[in-house]
């Protein structure tokens, strides 16, 4: 029953932190990403579109939508030709641009800048499709083949991201929109061909990196990288998954963009599935207003080896609301996702941990629980959410255990509804999404 939430609850033994074919432009450095699906997010497909039928020929691969117009742009690599697609993935018009090459494309709230896989980037006029300017990235050694827009970027004054899949650079470089190089971002993920900044997920801001991972038909990750330290969070998607479903052995990642102006209340992350045929995709990666992120924590401003509710009584408590009792989290130094501190959550007498995030009785909409969690090897935990908290008559609505030893079970609707796997001795992302409207969760 999720017809009300207003309660996590953790009794864990956890640190615990709040958050080729020719047709197809293929890297010839592949190789395998590690991809643990009990890290995977829960994405909701917004959108699939077969891109081949649509524009009429493959080869199409950077992909961008533009909210100013509300249209998509597609292009084909290989040549000067894009496309202009209507919001309901239908075909508005095609047109030719002065340039060749385009695989990536991002947009800064005028301008489309496009990379070509050469140190400049084009920049474009949506509503009269020509040429208005360059951006040098020559500080990048091989150019830009990815690009994405950073609006938080050279002190709130913008900037692009990018790089390309030559190895053994693959790093990524953020210049200003005049060709500045800003930081160089270490990257040793080979194949890249997407690349998408978020500034709206939990605990954020995050870089979406879309890899080509050993080829077509192998899995092909969305993997997510905290932007402010450059280290990959463990948080990755298979677009072979879902999108890439009825692409079985050609599917392989193209361009990757981010909106918030498409689908009202959300998060879209796209892009283009190059392969047979080629996709024009969109997930649903967070919400936007009032459903976004309402709380995040990652403890740093908490004193090491005090407790966390006995510290902040007005976002915290316990089972028995007694902040600064045994049932109290430690802040503890021995682990840390980002930072320097996380909350240890143990259950070694006297201290039976039983911590509370009280999340405000929410009754209505889409809501999303997201945090990191570090379980060493021979400990497990435990977390639930209740619909109503009232101590030993509270009323439970879910509740995940994770045994020692790597497995878990579900009770939602019965018990043991579901299993899943989770790495020990290593932060791995849990997100749970509750539809309040529809009286359903998933995990």
């Known amino acids: 029953m999720f017809k009300k939430i207003i309660t996590l609850l953790f009794v864990l033994t956890w640190c615990f932190t709040l958050s080729a074919q020719d047709f197809m432009d293929v890297s010839p450095t592949l190789k395998p990403v590690n991809h643990d699906p009990a890290l995977e997010a829960?994405?909701?497909?917004?959108?699939?579109?077969?891109?081949?039928?649509?524009?009429?020929?493959?080869g199409n691969a950077g992909a961008v939508y533009i909210p100013t117009i509300n249209k998509f742009w597609t292009s084909r690599w290989a040549t000067g030709v894009a496309h202009q697609w209507n919001?309901?993935?239908?075909?508005?018009?095609?047109?030719?641009?002065p340039f060749t090459g385009t695989r990536?494309?991002?947009?800064?709230?005028?301008?489309?800048?496009?990379?070509?896989?050469?140190?400049t980037v084009q920049k474009v006029d949506p509503v009269t499709r020509t040429v208005v300017g360059t951006v040098p990235v020559a500080g990048a050694p091989n150019g830009f083949r990815f690009i994405t827009y950073n609006p938080d970027?050279?002190?709130?004054?913008?900037?692009?991201?990018?790089?390309?899949?030559?190895?053994?650079?693959?790093?990524?470089?953020?210049?200003?929109?005049?060709?500045?190089?800003?930081?160089?971002?270490?990257?040793?993920?080979?194949?890249?061909?997407?690349l998408a900044y978020d500034n709206w997920s939990p605990g954020g801001p995050f870089l979406w990196v879309w890899s080509q991972g050993a080829g077509a038909g192998t899995p092909q990750l969305i993997q997510q990288m905290n932007y402010t330290t450059g280290l990959y969070t463990g948080v990755t998607h298979d677009v072979k998954s879902d999108v890439g479903i009825g692409q079985p052995t050609s599917g392989i990642a193209g361009g990757l963009f981010i909106t918030d102006q498409l689908v009202p209340g959300f998060v879209t992350l796209g892009g283009l599935m190059q392969g047979t045929p080629d996709l024009l995709f969109g997930y649903e990666l967070t919400t936007t207003g009032g459903g976004g992120n309402t709380y995040f924590e990652n403890f740093e401003t908490f004193v090491a080896g005090q407790q966390l509710a006995c510290q902040d009584p007005t976002n915290w408590t316990t089972w028995s609301n007694a902040p600064c009792g045994n049932e109290d989290a430690l802040i503890s130094t021995n682990y840390a996702f980002s930072g320097t501190k996380s909350a240890l959550i143990d259950w070694v007498a006297p201290?039976?941990?039983?911590?509370?995030?009280?999340?405000?009785?929410?009754?209505?909409?889409?809501?999303?629980?997201?945090?990191?969690?570090?379980?060493?090897?021979?400990?497990?935990?435990?977390?639930?959410?209740?619909?109503?908290?009232?101590?030993?008559s509270s009323l439970w609505a879910f509740q995940a255990y994770f045994n020692a030893g790597g497995t878990g079970t579900i009770d939602a609707?019965?018990?043991?509804?579901?299993?899943?796997?989770?790495?020990?001795?290593?932060?791995?992302?849990?997100q749970f999404k509750v539809d309040l409207d529809a009286d359903l969760a998933q995990f």
């Open 42 to 58: 829960t994405w909701d497909v917004q959108f699939n579109y077969d891109a081949t039928v649509i524009t009429g020929a493959a």
């Open 87 to 97: 919001a309901n993935g239908t075909l508005d018009l095609e047109f030719t641009l």
């Open 104 to 119: 990536g494309m991002c947009f800064d709230g005028q301008y489309v800048y496009h990379s070509t896989n050469t140190t």
């Open 153 to 194: 970027g050279n002190s709130g004054a913008g900037s692009i991201i990018g790089g390309n899949w030559t190895s053994p650079n693959l790093n990524f470089y953020e210049f200003s929109l005049t060709g500045t190089l800003l930081r160089t971002i270490t990257s040793t993920v080979t194949g890249v061909y997407g």
């Open 351 to 392: 201290r039976y941990v039983d911590l509370v995030k009280p999340l405000g009785g929410k009754t209505t909409g889409t809501w999303y629980v997201d945090f990191m969690a570090y379980i060493p090897t021979g400990k497990y935990g435990y977390y639930n959410i209740l619909a109503d908290f009232a101590g030993a």
């Open 413 to 430: 609707g019965g018990a043991s509804a579901a299993t899943f796997t989770y790495p020990h001795d290593a932060w791995f992302a849990v």
